[in-house]
């Protein structure tokens, strides 16, 4: 890796305003388990790197009566070991036990976990975020049997490696980013991730000087669930994932399906999600969603594959909230 | 004179015992230095930088940047402008610096450009064949065909894979007084120091080897290879001590590979089920190097085969012998195709193994016969076993699959010192090296049994061309070689001290043995002398005897030919393509046994990396780049321990397998777990998966076109 400056601040202000105004110039370390390999690789080669692991109140988790406040660098581990965390949303705590990586949980955090990079092998070779050659993109030509099947028109066809993204659109999260000057802004987890359009831009809608603090999880009290395919048993990137919510209640209109390892962001389908709303869930409604949530698939050449993926992991993940919910 | 044949079975005390390896403390406390623990005064670290595309030419290269880095010590080019690339990562700069950080900002300021051409990637697409074709005709194939009640036709794959030695490639070389050391990571200790005579501008005994330990070779370790050579050129040039052991993604896309093989297969069957005729036309890759096809078929010799084999040219690295070269992929191809045609003909598949042994050679019929009993009765085959095409609702389907194969293993040349000392110790010196399936073990066993000591009595040295001249350990010749050596040299010593004690106890040497670390009347147990006591007779002067194998495929000690069978049972998950490891059973024959824990080891080893190249591995190359996307241990999958399942090991031993001598392992249980597997799965979810590993995409890919329902 090239030589940098190193910056390890106790609070937030002063970590915020060693931040550069544009994306290159620094980078934020949190656990460093995706930072440190990009570092070494040449893929990000910052002057500056800021650590945030010595700001104290950015971690810890809070559960209250109406939600769940997670701070952003909290260790992915202490997410996994929350009790009230495991009970009110397994299909968080199903998402954590998902990377399989006892390291990886240990060291990464929950603000690391969706601000990571794609593990786009074009990107992670160095040919850009867009994995572009002389600006023409490289993949739909190239192996994409791990790229997206959905939101792929172009120029981005990376997924989203967030393990934490679709559960935590799926029940309805906000996010909380602090700016320069201690300007702090909510969002919607679903509004947090982007596509970017060029190389220069990033997956979510963090400016080069912002930081992730906070994670609510609103307590709905709905169904939730994540299933998850991926190879290996051990440490494997997911080749689908879903995440469901739900509730029985009629009208309540709370349902949500959203989809990872399939996008350049977390991938919603509303249009699926609302076949769920005020429906006991069955292994015929489930089949049903399931097929409404594969409907907008458009595959590139190599990961057809990945559609059947989609609809066993939306079928299973409904099945099991329904289950959890009876239980 | 002591008898050189292997003692009788019940008076072995330590052969085909279970022993525990003597290093295993070492290694699993860390205490053992590996190469890359080698560290020397004043230590540089050595990097390369890679081509950065598959095809064309290096048209310039500018390394002043690099070499006015503060902490760069030395800049030596391996690729000069002008010079064709022929695959991505292909060696251009290496250099050394005072550290690995210098080492690599030092990479990134040369500046190398090219002159891109479009790479040749596609390996699998029979159009792109070049040259003429091999052909052999045997019998006549038509009329074979005409005979069969049945016949099926497929294609079958096997993908490229690299070894991905978890040990990278590379060495430690340092100059001192005018001669070289080298702590390099080889299968090869005695052969090394020849390779390095031209960039270490120094004669042969001026060179010195050490490889105490060894983390993985399979076949890719043999000589220093460039990165070697030009570890010495940094030395050289620097006047210090370099460390270069390839980085992770180099290794995967320059130290070897396995080639490719692709097989249209048809085969055709009587009634009976006997193979009336085979035609194979196979092709595949071994990057820019001439096609090295798979014995086609494996193991049996059909009547009436038409036989055809082709090569495409690729960008890709080198290839390099991958444990057992050409079998895992000849044998993946041919038992698919038996097992589809026994599904074709509604016969269970050992059945039809079975009634097909009498194509399989002489010397192995009876050998596979108990071992598809054993075998199939390890793993329950009788109340395991269904129709191709697992009926049981829903999503998971199970499915066992049957493969043979063969290996010769007959020992490789090897000469062996072995010392007695006064004071009773005994020191064994070989250049053979330990790639971590316990030859040092090996050797310390056959030296005590001979000696009738205990194992802690010998002290093996190994691992340095110092010592007697022992051959590369490739093509499991290793065991063999070094049993045969060692007790060679053991049985000579052993008879110069039983002269000694003769003189002394007023007996003719050939009365006397060794046994319980006493040397004792054969006819008279009683009338001994200690070890210890026998040994002082020999005053100042210790003994040492040497013992020569000169190679061959039968010798009094060692023979050659196995022959090994393995079952699967594996369960799909159609919904998502995954499958899961139940079990795993090889029975194996090696003949005469030293270690049976080392040997039942090997066996698990192999299995585990047979479990892996059947399900995950592969590399992976751009169409259009020709660079390996998975040269990183992230998509270069490796099974885990929780992903291959419960493995059990029979070996063959006892009568008929034991008077056949010592036989080599390291190959054999590594040729069937791909065809196994892709057989089990077949058997579960009713459709072939063509091409292995059989990862999700292609069991989907199978299962859109046919198979079992949920």
């Known amino acids: ?327 | 004179m002591t008898s050189i044949l292997w003692p009788a079975k019940e008076q072995l005390k330590l052969i085909g015992k279970r022993i525990d390896r003597v290093d295993g403390p070492a290694k699993s406390s860390g205490a053992a230095k590996y190469s890359l623990d080698i560290n020397r005064p004043g230590l540089l670290y050595g990097k390369i930088l890679g081509a950065s595309i598959a095809a064309g030419t290096l048209k310039s290269l500018d390394t002043k940047a690099a070499e006015a880095l503060a902490g760069v010590r030395a800049v030596h080019v391996m690729t000069e402008p002008g010079r064709p690339i022929n695959w991505a990562g292909q060696e251009i700069v290496a250099l050394a610096a005072d550290t690995e950080e210098i080492a690599t900002e030092a990479l990134r300021l040369i500046k190398a450009e090219y002159e891109r051409s479009p790479p040749q990637m596609d390996d699998a697409d029979p159009q792109k064949v070049e040259g003429k074709p091999r052909t052999r005709t045997e019998g006549n194939p038509a009329e074979g065909f005409a005979q069969a009640a049945a016949s099926v036709s497929g294609r079958y794959g096997v993908a490229t894979i690299t070894h991905c030695c978890l040990e990278p490639h590379g060495q430690v070389s340092e100059f001192r007084d005018g001669e070289l050391h080298v702590w390099p990571s080889t299968q090869a200790v005695s052969g090394y120091a020849n390779q390095l005579v031209k960039p270490a501008g120094l004669e042969s005994n001026k060179i010195h080897i050490d490889c105490q330990y060894m983390g993985g070779g399979f076949g890719s370790k043999f000589g220093p290879d460039a990165w070697g050579a030009v570890c010495v050129e940094l030395a050289k040039k620097a006047g210090k001590a370099v460390k270069l052991l390839l980085d992770r993604d180099l290794e995967l896309m320059i130290a070897g590979n396995r080639p490719s093989a692709f097989a249209d297969i048809k085969v055709g069957a009587d009634k009976e089920g006997r193979v009336t005729a085979w035609e194979s036309k196979v092709w595949g890759s071994s990057g820019v190097g001439n096609y090295g096809a798979p014995p086609l078929p494996y193991v049996f010799a059909f009547p009436n085969q038409n036989t055809e084999s082709q090569g495409i040219r690729t960008n890709r690295g080198a290839v390099k012998a991958w444990r057992a070269p050409g079998h895992p992929q000849g044998c993946a191809i041919t038992m698919a195709a038996l097992e589809d045609l026994a599904a074709k003909l509604g016969m269970d598949p050992l059945e039809f193994f079975l009634k097909n042994l009498q194509f399989a050679p002489e010397a192995l019929r009876e050998t596979y016969r108990e071992e598809l009993m054993v075998a199939a009765d390890l793993i329950d085959y009788k109340s395991k076993a269904h129709p191709r095409g697992d009926k049981t609702k829903g999503p998971i389907k199970r499915g066992l699959g049957i493969s043979l194969h063969t290996w010769g293993g007959a020992g490789h040349a090897s000469a062996c010192d072995v010392t007695i000392n006064p004071d009773g110790s005994v020191v064994a010196s070989m250049g053979t090296q330990d790639l971590g399936v316990g030859t040092r073990t090996c050797l310390g066993i056959v030296v005590a049994e001979t000696l009738g000591l205990p194992l802690e009595a010998v002290q093996v040295n190994i691992g340095k061309n110092a010592y007697p001249t022992s051959g590369g350990s490739g093509g499991s010749t290793t065991i063999g070689g070094i049993s045969s050596s060692s007790r060679r040299a053991a049985v000579a010593a052993l008879d110069e001290l039983l002269k000694r004690v003769a003189t002394e106890l007023n007996i003719s040497p050939d009365e006397l043995e060794a046994a319980d670390s006493k040397i004792r009347a054969k006819a008279n147990p009683q009338k001994s002398m200690a070890w210890k006591d026998a040994c002082k007779l020999l005053g100042q002067m210790a003994i040492t005897q040497q013992g020569r194998h000169q190679g061959g495929a039968r010798t009094e000690l060692t023979s050659s030919g196995v022959g090994g069978v393995q079952i699967a049972d594996v369960s799909v998950d159609v919904e998502t393509g995954l499958v899961k490891m139940n079990e795993m059973v090889a029975v194996q024959d090696c003949g005469l046994i030293i270690d049976l824990k080392l040997a039942e080891s090997q066996v698990l080893g192999a299995l585990i990396m047979g479990v892996t190249y059947a399900l995950f591995e592969e590399a992976i190359y751009d169409p259009q780049t020709g660079r390996m996307l998975n040269a990183d241990m992230e998509f270069y999958r490796l099974a885990t321990l929780s992903d291959v399942g419960k493995l059990r090991v029979h070996m063959m031993t006892g009568k008929g397998y034991d008077e056949r001598g010592v036989i080599g392992l390291g190959e054999p249980p590594v040729i069937s777990p791909g065809a196994a597997i892709s057989n089990a799965v077949a058997n579960a979810i009713g459709v072939r998966v063509s091409s292995i590993p059989l990862t999700p995409d292609r069991v989907i890919e199978a299962l859109e076109k046919g198979g079992v329902r949920t």
């Not at chain 1, 406040?69 to 909290?74: K, L, R, S, W």
């Not at chain 1, 990464?108 to 070779?125: A, E, N």
């Not at chain 1, 791990?146 to 028109?153: D, L």
């Open chain 1, 1 to 327: 890796m090239n030589s940098f400056e190193y910056a390890s601040p106790t609070d937030l202000e002063t970590a915020i305003g060693l931040l550069g105004a544009r994306f290159g110039e620094t980078e934020i370390l949190a656990g460093g388990t995706d930072l440190v390999t990009s570092l070494k690789q040449g893929i990000v080669s910052p002057k500056r790197v800021v650590s945030l692991k010595g700001i104290e109140n950015l971690k810890g988790i809070e559960a209250g009566a109406d939600a769940v406040q997670i701070g952003a660098m909290t260790p992915l581990v202490d997410l996994l070991e929350n009790a009230s965390v495991r009970k009110s949303f397994p299909s968080i705590t199903a998402a954590i036990e998902g990377i399989g990586s006892p390291q990886i949980i240990a060291m990464g955090t929950v603000g690391g976990d969706l601000c990571q990079r794609p593990r786009c092998w074009y990107y992670r070779q160095g040919f850009g975020l867009l994995g572009q050659l002389d600006g023409e993109s490289l993949i739909p030509q190239g192996d994409n049997r791990y790229h997206a099947i959905f939101g792929n028109s172009g120029p981005a066809y990376f997924v989203s490696a967030s393990s934490l993204g679709p559960p935590l659109i799926a029940l309805g999260a906000t996010l909380e980013i602090t700016g320069a000057k201690g300007k702090t802004r909510k969002v919607a987890a679903a509004e947090f991730f982007r596509t970017p359009k060029s190389a220069d831009e990033r997956e979510n809608v963090l400016a080069a000087n912002e930081v992730l603090t906070r994670i609510s999880i609103p307590a709905r009290g709905l169904a939730n669930a994540t299933y998850e395919v991926r190879q290996r048993e051990g440490l494997d990137w997911p080749l689908v994932t879903a995440s469901v919510a739900f509730s029985r209640k009629a009208g309540a209109g709370r349902a949500s399906v959203v989809l990872g390892h399939v996008a350049p962001t977390p991938w919603n389908v509303p249009e699926a999600a609302a076949l769920l709303d005020g429906k006991s869930a069955n292994e015929e409604l489930a089949a049903r969603v399931a097929e409404a949530a594969v409907h907008s698939a458009r595959p590139l050449s190599k990961n057809a594959y990945k559609v059947r993926l989609v609809k066993t992991a939306v079928k299973r993940a409904i099945l099991a909230a329904a289950e959890q919910r009876e239980g």
